[in-house]
Structure formats: C-alpha cells, structure tokens
C-alpha cells in the first residue's frame, strides 16, 4: 500500500497548539448548547422520552461521521474537512434555533454530530506535526482544551437563555454556540496551515466496514476500540443517571450537580495539561492505559457506598483523573502503529465505538436504575470496565513490539 508522508517538515513550529486553541473554542459552543438542551426539547412539550431522542441524536450522527471524515482528510487532507464540517455544524446551530418541531430539532441534531464528528480530523493533524514520543502529551492537551470549552461554556449558555420566554428564548445561545464555530472555521481558514500533502492518483482504502474488521483484527488497534467502547460504556452510563442518583441518594438539585461537574471539569482538565503526558513518556503509555482504567473501576465500585456529598464528589473526581490519564494514550498509541495515510480513518473508528458507547451506556444505566436499584449502574460500571485494564496492558505490550514495517496495513 502506497503512503503519502505527513507535511511535517512544512508545519509551523505551533501547528498542534494553534488548533489545540480551536478546539477550545469550538467545544465553548458545544458547550452554551449542551446544559440547555433538555429545557429546549421542553419548549416543543415533548415528552421524556423524546427529549432523550434529542440527546442521543448527536451521538447517533457522531458515529457515522468519525470515520467517514477521518478517512476523507486521509486523501484530502486535514484543512479543508475541518474548515467545511466546522461551517456545517455552524448552520446547525442555526437551524437548531427555527426548528418548528421536536423531530425537526432531532433531524438536526443528528446532522450537528455528523458534522462534528471530526475529532478524527483533529487528531490527524495533531499526529502529522507532533513527532511519536509527544504524541501523549499533545493528546492530552487537546482533551484539556475540549474540557475547559465543556466548563466555561455552559455558564454562557445559561447566562443568555431566557427560559420563561419559550423557545425563542432559546435562540441568542444558539446564535452564539453558531457564531462561535464559524469564528472557529475563520481562524483555521487564516492561521492553519494543511499537514499532509494531498494524494496524487488513486490509492485504495477499504470502505467502512471492511476497514472495521480489520481493525478488530490488528494486535492494538483492536483492543483499544473494544477497551474505548467498554470504558465509554460505563463512564456515560454513570454521567447520564448521576443527576437522578444523587437526587434520590442526597436530594441534590441542578445546583449540586453543575458543581460536582465543575469539580470533575477542572480536576480533568489539570490532569490532562500537567500530567498525562509526563507520566506516559516515563511509565510508557499502555501502563498509564491501564493505572486509569483501574482508578476509574475503584472509584466507580466505591460510589454506591458514599457517605455523603464530599464522598461522592472526591470519588467522582478521581475517577475523572482516572480517565483523563488513561485516554490521551489511545489516540497516540493508534496513530503509532496505524498505516500513516489511514491514521484519520482508523481514529475515526476508535472515536465511533466511543459515539456508540454513548448511546448504548445511558440506554444501560437507565434500564438498571429503574429495573433493579439506584446503585445498579455503579457496580455494572465497575465490572464491565474490569477487562479494560487487561486490554492497555495487552495493547501496551504489542505496541511496543510493533515495528514500522507492520505499518504498510492494520
């Protein structure tokens, strides 16, 4: 299989860190929309169950778009994919603030995660210009970046809504969530410069689900998207009942749980900046994989015997530096041992499973929350996060043993 080296020689000195800057940008409009949206699914008096239609549709679009961008920035590079899905997630956001109906706002929730289903894109670039051993730490800076957005952007959102006001009152966050991203195509537009040279001539690339079975069957690739659907699974699935399990535990409300989030936002966010990096270049990135994995089952096996508020929000903290140690390693240890012109869509697959583990967890959690008892979720969590370890600690192995030349193919 022919490859079509990275540009890294012509990318500027702080080609990774510019776009790291938009990803945070980008994500402060993700994140004005995100807290709104179920009191927004409530403007068209739509009952619960539609509402949660309207939450899992972004994942829904998210899971076929990861993979469908990745391998088309691949062959066309990384620039012109982030700038064209950056300015269709703009319009809808747009379109979002008209929606007549609540299917209408389904339709095009499922459209904002196809089109913002470019993490893949994003990654890419991030390995084309950083060499292999700062992988980790550039990873981890990007999540730090996507965190920070998912902190500050929801008090934006909530400072410009106007509830009492229906659905309009809806609509200036919307417009900001929609500005925000085209100020973010803009800037890519004018300051990032492409990282791969575009493909001269045909070069073949198996089709989705091809591509997918042979990822299944690579020696890393393939345990780090079983080890990103089963972490993602639970981690979502706890996210998702949280509210409702304090609520019935502590009698907590919004309040209460915007701050333990904002605990778990920061906590997340200083881990990934100082931390996951340095740890993974000296202890090696499968043992920092694993150590996550674990501290995240710990933490979340302990929760159902919490003994108040401080408890639970120290455990839900450390289960998110858990996390935030563990996944900068998976896209690094993919785009080390991935074929370097296949990198975007072998990220996209990884990030699909993690699109599908946000829809299958929460479905999970609720069913055991409601169908055997308040505390189920936590320990199905917990045990379902059990083989992840095993699977860093494999993965972290093969990756080691992985020599550039099995890079021809996964």
Known sequence: MSQTP???A???????????ALVFLNMLGFGVVVPLLPFYAKSFDA????????????SIGTFFGEPFWGRLSDTYGRKPL??????ANSLCYLALAFAPNAWAAFLIRVAGGLFSGNGSVIQGYIADVTPPERRTRSM?????????????????GGFFANPKAGHVGFQLPLFIASALMATSAVCIFLFIRESRQRERGATHRPNRWAATGEAARHPVIGRLMALTFLVGFAFTGIESIFALWTLARYGWGPRDTAVAFAFVGVASAITQMGLTGRLSERYGQGNMLALGMAITMV???LQPFSTGGPMTIALMTLSAIGQSVAWPNVAALITETAPANRQGQLLGLNNAMGALARVAGPYCAGLTFDALSHDAPYFQGAIVV??????????????????????AAP
Do not use: D, K, Y
């Open 386 to 407: 059990g083989p992840a370890i095993l699977l860093a600690l494999s993965a972290g192995r093969r990756a080691r043993a992985w020599a550039p030349a099995h890079q």
């Open 82 to 87: 982030l700038i064209s899905t950056i300015c």
């Open 10 to 20: 012509s990318a500027p000195r702080f080609a990774a860190a510019s776009l790291i």
């Open 140 to 156: 981890g800076w990007m999540s730090a970046a996507w965190n920070v957005g998912l902190i500050v952007g929801p008090s934006l």
């Open 6 to 8: 990275p540009a890294e």
């Open 299 to 301: 933490c979340i096996g």
């Open 47 to 58: 009952p619960a169950w539609q509402v949660s239609l309207i939450f899992s549709a972004f």
